[in-house]
Nanobody
Framework: QVTLVESGGGLVQAGGSLRLSCAAS????????MSWFRQTPGKEREFIAY????????DYADSVKGRFAISKDNDKNTLYLQMDSLKPEDTAVYYC??????????????????WGQGTQVTVSS
């Protein structure tokens, strides 16, 4: 069993930065692949960024490539998302997700076994 808790969301002006955190608790720590997704009202949850269990591999959606950076600290059982050059279209609820048992593609929500509760990010123009 894994519990994920996001933090760090808030209101920021366009061009600003935020860093999201996702604290993982459970017997397995955080040594598994994890991702960030985001969702706006009326839309499906969207893949943003992926990181392998040891941080050696990352992947990003084209919409955030070059602006966002995913990282993890397995000693602290924490996943991060550094978001720079934020745009109003980045406004969404951001979720972290853990892939413990599922080996399917990391782009799809069905590939994840555990989810956090989400944290709101609002970017004003």
């Amino acid at each position: 069993q894994v519990t994920l808790v996001e933090s760090g969301g808030g209101l920021v002006q366009a061009g600003g930065s935020l860093r999201l955190s996702c604290a993982a608790s459970g017997s397995t720590g955080s040594r598994y692949p994890m991702s960030w997704f985001r969702q706006t009202p009326g839309k499906e949850r969207e893949f943003i960024a992926y990181i392998s269990w040891n941080g050696g591999s990352t992947d990003y959606a084209d919409s955030v490539k070059g602006r966002f950076a995913i990282s993890k600290d397995n000693d602290k059982n924490t996943l991060y998302l550094q978001m720079d050059s934020l745009k109003p279209e980045d406004t969404a609820v951001y979720y972290c997700a853990a892939q413990l048992y599922n080996t399917a593609s990391h782009y799809y929500t069905r590939s994840y076994d555990y989810w956090g509760q989400g944290t709101q990010v609002t970017v004003s123009s």
